[in-house]
């Protein structure tokens, strides 16, 4: 017992049995299962656990619970640092390790309390005043140093190694804290047949009644608890939450939830996750969160050794341990009475208990009197002092008279703020309950209601019927039979009047109202005479309420003292609204397993295990991986290798996997009216057995997407998207037929997944894709001549569809296969070419064909080029509707100027072009007003062994054979180039034919 | 948000992708002027209170949705196809 | 009084006593020469520069709520001018200026902080596309530098740079970015607006605008109406509400956009940067917050608050870029509604109605144009012309099709 000298001999919910080691700044330390880090260091007559952020004034412990403002550490170390841990809600566990933060060079002499004598000039807002000459001096000097003295803990410092999971729920009643209200609430529920999720914060449930010697019905409060938890686990569609804390309430019932899997133990175990995120999906849910106490602003009132009066009787009563041994009460309260009452019991001298109010209730007269209190009535206590720990209280009377008492614990009472949280996350401003003195649930969102303390109803009593009567009600609502409610119960007697003080004034010291952020009545006083009256300009200038605790402890004492310095009511001053979370949630909980590899879906085009056979590099493109080139042995650098593949196509033949176009499947007797109406150019006279390219505006009239459009059957058409726009282009075409042309009768579908398809270019194509076709097809130049389109078989039944387009413009197929056939026909092809030197290409070689043909691709569809920008204005048709139509004729949209496609070679051969770079005239200054255009994209041409570049420029197509200045700024590049039709290769498109 | 896809039931909106209002026309045909077409593609009326407005359930149904929706309290009053029924397809 | 560290130390010896309200509490007077609606940062500055600029002091904001409660206070507090279209570009740039300027200028710190605005590329596209931004804000004299993934991992060595799903490549750097203590820009500018004659008028709702042979003439308000010569509305958010009261529609939708901070930790990154695979972008703040956000939720909205896929998108970025910050944990959420325009720029410019002035359409882009803004606005509204520099922002370029599309992604709000 000698190590936790401050452990009480018996009684609390600890296991002794379990002792657990662990270390505090690297001292060692034992405490027992069940403790949390805050009962275990007090257990062990820790105190001074952290420093504040601006003073680096010495912190103790304030809560037990998920409010603390001030007993912050880092909890374990390396890569599983985690700053700014509330030691009140950390469970212990064996090995754990914590350091205190916020302090050089230690905890007991921090150099940085310096600030405390400086004190008088940080006051809220200073920065605002200051700092402002010379003004090249912020960023070098006074910023550093403030950012060096801001924050508490520190980050880790390298990857995170567990790992977050996602999970869903649903449920029709969803009980939110699991304290007698909740427990209640979910007991009625239950029995109703609702299917039931509680949820609470806490490793173990009861709420309020761990920290409280209870009795409900004349027995043990722990009688009722162990009866309850065992019905509520006997019923099959009750679930039981602990360690999740539901900290965002959402649209719809939505209720954000992170479970804290396994951060009792020290790693967790392997394939476990550290925390869970749900959202859980309720019918109705019910706020049964219970109430936070608050502290009073008095000089001193952060001393270690100064505690919430409940704290303490939650320390005593469910941990076993004496936070102190000779203590104050200050009360505003009759509920401060009931702590002093648990102490005296638990061995403690109290040596006075101190109540602002004149009137006190005979029965604590007595009660004080019999544990040999003295009561200061009519009186407060108007500063604590001890510095590391407290060790003296001032206690003046209503005359102003003061006298002084030595202590180690001052335990205050000023009474409970609703834990009403989550009932504003849906911005509903909290209303304020006069004859509770507090602010209780404003507006509610949609299907929430809220049980108990939660609700300003503080009784054990009241906690128990209105959970009881409020689970059965939800279960209403959900369509569960109404079962009667529960009998009431008996509890014991509690006091719960209330006469809260806000401030004690003219105390010795500073006084804080909010002990995170360092705010203290002085900087509301400065708030109010700079005019930052209205509470959000309150919470902003002082910054009151924005620490970690989020103002649970501080927010209601800040406007008590702004409403009293304005000389309005607390209602009239108004409030602020918390958002969410509840209490902060780690971020990578919320991002589940989305990380590394996994952040989002990779697509795997079904020819992928043969690319990789091949050796390929791959590439993302969009959610799909790509072959971007093949690389041979003794190839070194990637172009050699794309000039090899280029060169193959343009002289043998090539394959390629094109399986990542968009594929969509128009059928219906009004598939080609829709083709029309979509499509700038026209589809009706299209043959059967014909493909055509097509383009496609928004409404706006810029370019939105094109693509090869075959038509298989009179009704029947193929269409093809660009691969990044392919899930964009069926939705746009569903919104076409179902939103704005609802009667024409088509059906689609994409197909994009459902085929496999390669490109077989080169002039030896033909010869290759003999060898895998089934031989009655005829693919003879006359016979299936360029855009031809035909449902073909190969090896021997397969059904196949065969297009003769050419993104190369070389002869060239497109051969489509059932996805599951896509790796066999890959590897058919390679086997058919292999006598005709076929090569393996990837999208890098696609691109430099494309460039040197002058086709358009992602780079010139950026959304902001028009069809005649790219060349294309002609095939807009002026004979029919369809969409951009209007819009594409907007003056802007068809000035002669407009930057338009065009080609690019350097002057000087052997210099390299880059996209990017924008277009300048010769002789003038780069500056915006002289830029004409820019490059889209380049590619090296092993054909023509120069660089080669499409462009935007101003009037591109008057300008062939000009020169410009292709200027390069940011990667200081400044070359001429010569304009140059935008087609390299071919350009009478001879090779298409052949 | 959850919205009630009449032919999925209620789905997170995450299977949804939103374009906007549903009130604008579109003014078909060779005939419609430049002035009608601005209107409908730029301007909005923008309420805030009830919207009718249109989604796409792209990971369901893949049907185009009128859902009227309060955009002050996010409250869903109705989702109903944008293509009408049979029935409904009078024209 | 002027505040300087002499002042301060002044009132430090007097017990900060003499402090005097930052700005008057002002009600309204019958009638303005200029009234602007909307105490927000545009609004404020608006105000401002009529008077010192302009020499127009009979001015009024008016707020509904308190000044800087809409989107100023609400925002990632990023300033840059890393535009790529030259209707943008020299605005923000004038804008960039002004806050190199401001704190002196106002005489209030704002921690206009210069460390940096980097934007990830993930793909050789995404480099060209970067590569041309770059290039153009050069030519409009705005420093951009393109960096390949070494320089990157120098500046920033802990994010995940190969083993992610879109692997990093480079990024484009605007050193002159950065960051801004945003409540103190509305403050700086309603103390400087206020010293100079301007009254700011909060709890005041505009109700209604009175409007006579074509021309505006005043407002009604909660606190009763309010004569103007001239009206300027600067309330975006709710642009389409006050417009609607004008009998306009406006090629504008109101989107909410989250934002998101984290505990306070110790110096962890020096620099704004944003992913170019996912939706998220992060700074850390001067009191050690990481402060972080991502896209809009992508439906019409007034309910200045989101929901959780757009959330979980953020952490998820958050993580696949630095997987180094899963244990620090997010304090507060919250949502801003954003006018988004229909080509994600914005709107400088008088209306069809007389007398009536239009700063709208600012969508998440307008904390870094505040002051610019407010300086066009107030040359606008004093001459009656465009500023140089703001030219574009015409409220008929829908209509002539000299749309401001950065993203090319078309009338489409929720997707700029």
């Not at chain 1, 009750?238 to 900290?247: A, E, H, L, N, Q």
């Not at chain 1, 019932?253 to 396994?262: A, D, K, P």
């Not at chain 2, 009630?4 to 992708?17: K, L, M, N, V, Y």
């Not at chain 3, 009254?199 to 505006?216: F, K, Y």
């Amino acid at each position: 017992m000698s190590s936790q000298p401050f452990r009480l001999s018996a009684g609390g919910l600890i296991d002794r049995t379990q002792a657990q080691s662990f270390r505090f700044d690297g001292k060692r330390y034992e405490g027992y299962a069940g403790d949390t880090l805050a009962s275990a260091l007090l257990a062990n007559g820790v105190r001074l656990v952290g420093r504040s952020f601006k003073y680096h004034r010495p912190r103790g412990i304030l809560s037990a619970g998920a409010e603390e403002p001030n007993a912050l550490v880092e909890l374990r170390a390396g890569a599983r640092r985690e700053p700014n841990t509330r030691a009140t809600v950390a469970e212990l566990y064996h090995g754990l390790e914590a350091r205190s933060q916020n302090r050089w060079p230690s905890l007991a002499f921090d150099l940085l309390s310096v600030n405390s004598l400086f004190g008088a000039g940080l006051v809220a807002g200073f920065y605002y005043k200051t700092f402002m000459w010379p003004a090249a001096f912020w960023e070098k000097l006074y910023e550093p140093l403030i950012r060096r003295a801001a924050g508490l803990g520190r980050a880790a410092p390298h990857e995170d190694p567990d790992h977050y999971e996602k999970a869903f729920a649903f449920c029709d009643v969803l009980v939110i804290g699991g304290g007698p209200a909740g427990l209640a609430a979910a007991l009625a529920a239950g029995r109703s047949g609702a299917r039931v999720i509680l949820c609470d914060e806490d490793f173990r449930l009861g709420g309020a009644l761990l920290a409280e010697k209870r009795e409900i019905d004349g027995r043990p409060a722990a009688e009722w608890l162990a009866a309850t938890l065992a019905e509520l686990a006997s019923l099959p569609d009750v679930t039981i939450m602990p360690r999740s804390t539901v900290y965002g309430v959402y649209d719809h019932g939505i209720y954000g939830v992170v479970e804290r899997v396994n951060d009792h133990l020290p790693v967790p175990p392997v394939h476990q996750p550290r925390q869970r995120a749900w959202r859980i999906n309720a019918k109705r849910a019910i706020l049964a969160a219970g109430a936070i106490e608050r502290p009073i602003v008095f000089a001193g009132n952060d001393t270690p050794g100064v505690m919430l009066a409940g704290a303490v009787r939650a320390y005593v009563n469910r941990y076993a341990v004496l936070p102190g041994r000779e203590a104050v009460v200050f009360t505003s309260s009759d509920d401060g009475w009931a702590t002093m009452r648990d102490l005296a019991a638990a061995g403690a001298k109290v040596a006075a208990i101190v109540d602002p109010r004149v009137e006190i209730d005979a029965g604590l007269m007595a009660l004080a009197s019999r544990i040999g209190a003295q009561v200061f009535a009519g009186s407060v206590v108007s500063s604590a002092s001890g510095g590391r720990a407290l060790d003296r209280v001032t206690i003046r009377d209503a005359s102003g008279r003061e006298q002084s008492i030595a202590c180690d614990l001052l335990a205050v009472s000023n009474g409970w703020n609703p834990t009403l949280h989550l009932t504003s996350h849906q911005n509903s401003r909290p209303v304020w309950d006069e004859a509770i003195h507090a602010f209780v649930p404003g507006q509610m969102p949609a299907g929430l209601s809220v049980a108990g303390s939660a609700a300003g109803r503080f009784s054990l009593a009241q906690a128990l019927a209105d959970g009881a009567r409020q689970g059965t009600e939800a279960a209403i609502d959900c369509g569960f039979a109404a079962k009667a409610e529960l009998p009431p119960r008996k509890t014991d007697p509690e006091g719960i009047a209330l006469s809260p003080v806000w401030r004690v004034k003219g105390g010795k010291g500073k006084a804080f109202v909010d002990f995170q952020n360092d705010v203290t009545d002085k900087d509301v006083e400065l708030a109010a005479r700079e005019g930052f009256k209205p509470v959000e300009h309150l919470k902003r200038y002082t910054t009151l309420g924005m620490a970690t605790d989020q103002g649970k402890t501080s927010n209601i004492a800040g406007l008590a003292i702004m409403a009293e310095l304005t000389a309005k009511t607390i209602p009239e001053t108004g409030t602020t609204i918390f958002r969410p979370p509840y209490t902060p949630v780690a971020i990578g909980a919320l991002g589940g397993h989305h990380r590394g590899r996994d952040f989002r879906p990779t697509r795997l085009a079904p020819t992928h295990q043969w690319s990789q056979d091949q050796g390929a590099v791959f590439v993302e493109s969009g959610a799909w991986m790509r072959a971007q080139y093949y690389p041979k042995a003794g190839e070194t650098d990637w172009l050699t290798t794309v000039n090899r593949e280029v060169l193959a196509v343009r002289n043998g033949v090539g394959l390629c996997d094109v399986s990542t176009l968009g594929k969509i499947d128009i059928q219906g007797a009004d598939a080609a009216e829709i083709l029309e109406r979509v499509y700038i150019n026209g589809w009706k006279a299209l043959p059967v057995g014909k493909a055509r390219y097509g383009l496609m505006l928004r409404e706006d009239g810029f370019v939105m997407d094109d693509g090869t459009t075959s038509r298989l059957g009179e009704t029947h058409f193929l269409m093809t998207t660009t691969t990044a726009n392919a899930g964009k282009v069926m939705q746009h075409l569903e919104f076409c037929h179902q939103v704005l042309w609802p009667s024409l009768d088509i059906r689609m579908v994409s197909v994009s997944e459902q085929w496999a398809q390669a490109a077989i270019a080169g002039p030896k194509a033909r010869a290759v894709l003999q060898g895998v076709i089934d031989p009655q097809h005829d693919i003879s130049n006359e016979a299936f001549p360029y855009l031809a389109a035909r449902e073909i078989t190969v090896g021997g039944g397969i059904p196949a569809r065969l297009f003769r387009i050419s993104f190369s413009g070389e002869l060239a197929y497109e051969l489509a296969v059932p996805a599951d056939y896509g790796d066999a026909m890959m590897r058919a092809l390679m086997a058919a070419g292999e006598p005709h030197g076929i090569c393996a290409y990837g999208t890098e070689a696609l691109g430099v064909m494309r460039i040197e043909k002058g086709h358009v691709a992602g780079n010139e569809l950026s959304g902001q080029t028009t069809a005649r920008d790219l060349g294309l204005g002609k095939m807009m048709s002026s004979k029919k509707d369809f969409i951009g139509r209007v819009m594409a004729k907007r003056e802007a949209l068809v000035e002669a100027e407009r930057p338009s496609l065009i080609g690019f070679k350097a002057v000087d051969p052997s210099q390299r072009l880059r996209a990017g770079a924008h277009f300048i005239a010769i002789g003038k200054p780069a500056t915006m007003e002289n830029d004409e255009g820019y490059m889209t994209s380049v590619a090296y041409s092993p054909n023509l062994k120069h660089w080669m570049g499409l462009g935007l420029l101003k009037n591109g197509a008057s300008r062939i054979g000009e020169r410009i200045r292709a200027v390069d700024p940011v990667r200081n590049g400044d070359i001429e180039v010569e304009i140059c039709s935008p087609v390299f290769v071919d350009p009478e498109g001879t090779r298409l034919h052949v | 948000m959850r919205i009630p896809c009449p032919h999925c039931g209620a789905r997170d909106a995450q299977e949804f992708t939103y374009l906007g209002d549903a009130n604008p026309k579109r003014p078909d045909g060779m005939e419609a002027t430049e002035a009608a077409m601005f209107d409908y593609v730029y301007q909005r009326d923008n309420p805030a209170g009830r919207f009718r407005e249109l989604w796409y359930h792209g990971a369901g149904c893949h049907a185009w949705l009128v859902v009227t929706r309060d955009t002050k309290t996010h409250a869903i009053e109705a989702a109903e196809p944008a293509k009408p029924t049979k029935a409904g397809a009078a024209a | 009084m002027r505040y300087s560290v002499f002042s301060l130390l002044a009132q430090t010896l007097a017990g900060h006593k003499g402090w005097k309200p930052a700005w008057r509490d002002a009600a309204p007077k019958p009638e303005y020469d200029v009234l602007v609606i909307g105490g927000g940062g545009h609004g404020l500055a608006t105000a401002y520069y009529l008077a010192s600029q302009h020499g127009i002091s009979n001015v009024a904001v008016i707020e509904k709520g308190y000044i800087g409660s809409g989107n100023v206070g609400r925002n990632t507090t990023i300033i840059r001018s890393n535009y790529l279209l030259p209707g943008n570009t020299p605005f923000y740039e004038h804008s960039m200026k002004l806050w190199e300027g401001l704190e002196q200028d106002i005489n209030y710190n704002a921690m206009v902080s210069q460390r940096g605005v980097l934007n990830l590329y993930h793909s050789d596209a995404q480099r060209d596309a970067y590569a041309r931004r770059g290039n153009a804000m050069r030519l409009a004299g705005v420093d951009a530098e393109l960096l390949d993934r070494e320089q990157v991992r120098a500046m920033v060595p802990f994010f995940n740079y190969e083993t992610g799903r879109f692997p990093i490549q480079g990024g484009l750097l605007q050193r002159r970015g950065g960051s801004v203590r945003h409540d103190a820009v509305a403050w700086g500018y309603a103390r400087a607006a206020d010293q100079r004659g301007v009254d700011i008028v909060q709890n005041c709702e505009v109700t209604g605008l009175s409007i006579e042979n074509g021309r505006v003439t005043g407002v009604e308000t909660s606190r009763g109406p309010i004569k103007a010569k001239k009206i300027a509305l600067a309330v975006a958010g709710n642009s389409s509400r006050l417009a609607a009261m004008a009998g306009m529609r406006l090629p504008i939708e109101s989107h909410v956009l989250q934002a998101f901070v984290s505990e306070g930790v110790k110096p962890l990154i020096d620099t704004v940067v944003t992913y170019g695979a996912g939706h998220f972008y992060v700074s850390q703040s001067d009191k050690g917050g990481l402060v972080f956000g991502g896209d809009i939720d992508g439906y019409n909205s007034y309910a200045q608050r989101g929901n959780l896929p757009v959330i979980e998108d953020v952490m998820e970025s958050a993580m696949a870029l630095w997987p180094g910050i899963g244990r620090l944990r997010v304090l507060r959420h919250w949502g801003g509604i954003m006018d988004m325009s229909m080509d994600g720029s914005p709107i400088i410019d008088h209306t069809p109605i007389d007398g009536l002035y239009l700063n709208a359409g600012w969508c998440y882009g307008g904390f870094k144009a505040t002051p610019a803004s407010g300086w066009c606005f107030a040359h606008l509204i004093a001459r009656d012309e465009p500023h140089p520099v703001a030219t574009a922002f015409r409220l008929d370029r829908f209509t002539t099709g000299r749309v401001i599309d950065e993203k090319g992604v078309g009338a489409q709000p929720n997707l700029h």
